[in-house]
């Protein structure tokens, strides 16, 4: 009998601490099956962030370490530069990546660090219990923003896949999202690209997931798709903001 | 004997850090060290090493951690405010038990303080820095000979108790040149199987890690941990000893301290006075056992630092507080004169301490 | 025990670290222990420069100088500063071409050399420090004149090879000013 579906390799058989109606579970999920796909398990190490996705280091079966709040991109710098023949990725939130972490964000991206990194915004702090994060938006209710998020006050979000296109450095930029299945299959694609770049020393990969918070949005995980929809999406447009050697590759042709 | 060539501290240090097998160096630029990170700059590359400048010192702190994990004898190094910023890092480092070698070149503080150099981060060095309960090996040359073989002893303390180790130094240690040889001595090296290397599908995945959310988890994790410090602070301590055979007066100094300590030790002893001086080399484990014993034969100590008194209240801590402690400081990059010193001792003889 | 505490000073740029390192790494060379010690910081960019030399035939102590035995004056400033810290029976040496008054103190030994208009004059402008280190290894038979070449070898850069003859040039002027 022909096998339609099997576990994936890469993921531990052990039930994920996420909240019901979570998408890192299908994201984990979408990670580890490019990993099955391309044969890399045993080669690749994986920094988790601080965030919700914290104990991704027991989730993924290859090796892992935890890296200090923002610091994921230098923990994978250190690996990658002591070990290039190695698989390195990072798996960071919102407020590790964009926020306390910007600034490693954007050297690793402007040094094209040959790392892939996925970044799952979902526009809020999850793990703290909801607050307000760089990529909330405009007018969003979160435990620090109780009147909707006052960007004369606070700020705009930050747009973390158009800001870093504009850099020279980063060889492949893009965002997908998890919300439904066609957008789910995209962003396994998107993410296997992130991958095989690696593989093939084009250097910084960064695949930005637009994701849901059901628990800290107060919404059921339906309606919170929804709201990726109707209110992320126009925000965060879908697509490939950078791809240096694709340009290139059109270019010949 | 190998070839006596003079080199500046910082150098001395970048040198021996290469012949340990260090061949991952992270680093962020600050005076007074810089020396360190310009001639890994120019050296590494032609050795098949790593030399990059990160964007902060927080960044490079975490290259460091990555590499360690990945089983790298890796270093960094910086002066007392970019310590500050690494402090996030050293905690991870020790929580999650990898070894790795941090240089301080200390310069006078608090805040950005100055640039010359100071003692003022032996608090900081000895008992935390970071957050958590953790220790560094923390080791104090006094010459620039000494900067090579302790940073040579740091990595392999490194890797035996798979802790950091900091060279504790200060800008004139940094700065100064002195001759130095290179003997050829075996380096140690020891095998990390908990290292990243990728799992090659042979054997379970490593995880390094500090979390630990249970907290009976993380207490029996602490303990297991503080009984490595133990046998370190058994095993590792080192101290010098200069006339103290017959001392009635002791006085303790590390670093550039010891050496204006040490002119100052010749002076009494000229003027008849019995004193001498030990030198912890190790600020931690703190030469605990060398004091004590001292404490039973002086009639008092005097601790020299180049600080407002922090290695003082371990000096105290250690004798017990058996004999009177005196305190002869300078800080903000002001160093005391051997006279100075010289004053302090005479005064301890009279009595006043 | 002897021992020998060097202090030079004067402007940025006007090889204060350089004189230095000959003079700690021509101890060397003769077996002696040696300390160098520079200031640094932002004074070090065209402010004033100085450098602690340290020989001695035991292990030298504190690599800081509070009374040098030796006092090089490169500018007024300097001479001004450290003249009153000069242990007796000292020497000081000062570059009279920068330096137009002279030492009141009569316990210590002053040898006035116009070593910037002498390096003009002989075409080795920024080499006036080599020529007054010419002349103190005169009054030095710790160090003596002999193996200079060897030192001034090892402290110019390959690439600037053509420096050695120059400096050579300098120590010589040095040696052979009569005052």
Redesign the interface.
Known sequence: MAVVFEKTKSLADIPLHYCPGCPHGIIHRLVAEVMDELGIEGQTIGVAPVGCAVMAYDYFTCDMIEAPHGRAPAVATGIKRSRPENIVFTYQGDGDLASIGMAETVHAAARNENITVIFVNNAIYGMTGGQMAPTSLPGQVTQTSPYGRDVNHCGWPIKVCEMLSTLEGPEFIARVAANNVKNVKNAKKVIKKAFQNQIDGKGFNLVEVVSACPTNWGMTPQKALQWVESDMLPYYPLGVYKDRSGAKEAEAK | MAE?V?MKGNEAIAEAAIRAGCR?Y?GYPI??QTEIAAYMAKKMPKIGG?F?Q???E???I???????????R?MTSSSSPGISLKA??LS?IAG?DVPALVVNVQRGGPGLGG??PSQSDYFQATKGGGHGDYRMIVLAPASVQEMASLTIKGFELADKYLMTSMILAD??IG?????ISFEDAEIKSYEKPWA???????RP???????YLKPDELEVKNIERYKRYQIVEENEAMWEEYMMEDAEYCVVAFG?AS??A??AV?AARQEGIKVGLIRPITLWPFPKDALLAAADKVKGFISVELNMGQMIEDVKLYTQCKKPVGLCNRCGGM?P???EVLEAIRNAQKGVF | MKTTQILIAGFGGQGILFAGKFLAYKGLTEELQVSWLPSYGPEMRGGTANCNVILSDTPVGSPIITSPDVLIAMNLPSLQKYVDTVVPGGQIYVDSALIDIKVERTDVEVFYIPATQMAKDNGIASLANMIIIGHLLQNHPELSFAGTDAVVQKLVPAKKAALVELNMKALLLGKEYKG
Do not use: C, W
């Open positions: 006596r003079l991952h992270f005076t007074p790593v990059l990160a964007e902060s927080i960044a490079s975490n290259m460091v951690y990555g590499a360690a994990a990945a089983g790298m890796v996030e890092g991870y999650s640039i010359q800008g004139t700065q100064m040149m002195e001759p990243l290397t990728g799992t090659k599908n042979e995945h490593n995880i390094v890690n500090s979390l550039i050496r204006v040490k002119n010749v160093i004169s051997p006279d």
